[in-house]
């Protein structure tokens, strides 16, 4: 690799895999020390295209999920299966992941704009601005920085647009699924909510067992599923259909608007 060597966004490579390598051994142990990440389905990982995969993922956190993704993608790829035991892994990371993010959360603070620098695809929502209620046009570039991601790499995100859970999915990425055809990888993620605070930053509580579940590609007939039928699968994949809330215990439902309460005087709401 050369030293100035970038990717399609203008990010120097150097830089970049020293980012994820620092980030990856002070995370380390947010997942395999004081709490313990239980995976499941990690060999799926290794038999992916080195591009154009997407994952798509429920979300809990602003950052705390996908710097999960990362060291699971790549213990995984370097052979580690359900585990990210010795972090040694993340010494020689896959450079082409990038992960989808709003603009206004990857420009609230320096650390925010360092780990933008790890790979973040930078959109604008076209509903929510500022914790305010809004309506805007879908912005073309957005799309097309996801194709451009995807055609070098693998791009995660996060389809509900948001932390709050069944919530439904933004039509949007059943658009760029429809129009880049990518291969879809569903990942279920729980337990960042209870140990994380909702930006992924702070360890709330210690001791929790959190889950990280990757799936089988998606059936997606690009050229006659229709978008709704895409969001339909979608919602099933990551487990964010309201059919689910029937076979969640009453009391877990609880603690989940609890949380959800906190955090939005904690925070302002996405």
Do not use: C
């Amino acid at each position: 690799m050369g030293l100035f060597k970038k990717n399609p966004f203008g990010h120097i490579l150097f830089i970049k895999k020293w980012l994820i390598r620092v980030f990856g051994l002070m995370t380390h142990r947010r997942y395999r020390g004081f709490n313990e990440l239980n995976i499941e389905g990690s060999e799926i990982i290794k038999n992916l295209p080195d591009r154009g995969v997407l994952f798509v993922s429920n979300h809990q956190t602003y950052f705390a999920d996908v710097v999960a993704m990362f060291h699971v993608f790549n213990a995984s790829l370097s052979g580690r299966v359900d585990s990210i035991k010795n972090v040694g892994y993340i010494w020689q990371p896959k450079m082409n992941i990038y992960y989808v993010a709003a603009k206004e959360t990857m420009k609230a603070g320096l650390l925010a704009r360092v780990l933008a620098y790890a790979g973040a695809i930078k959109v604008e929502r076209t509903w929510r601005s500022k914790g305010q209620e809004v309506k805007r046009k879908v912005n073309p570039d957005d799309s097309k920085n996801v194709g451009v991601a995807l055609d070098d790499g693998w791009v995660i995100t996060f389809p509900q647009g948001t932390t709050t859970p069944f919530k439904p999915i933004r039509k949007g990425t059943a658009y760029i699924i429809k129009q880049y055809k990518p291969i879809v990888v569903p990942i279920v993620i729980d337990g960042f909510r209870r140990s994380f605070d909702k930006k992924g930053l702070r360890i709330k509580k210690r001791g929790i067992l959190q889950s990280f579940q990757v799936k089988e590609p998606l059936e997606i007939d690009y050229e006659n599923d229709t978008v709704e039928e895409i969001v339909g699968k979608l919602e099933h994949a990551i487990e964010q259909h309201s059919s689910f809330l029937k076979v969640i215990p009453a009391e877990e439902l609880v603690e989940i608007e609890h949380l959800n309460e906190k955090r939005r005087y904690s925070y302002k709401e996405e």
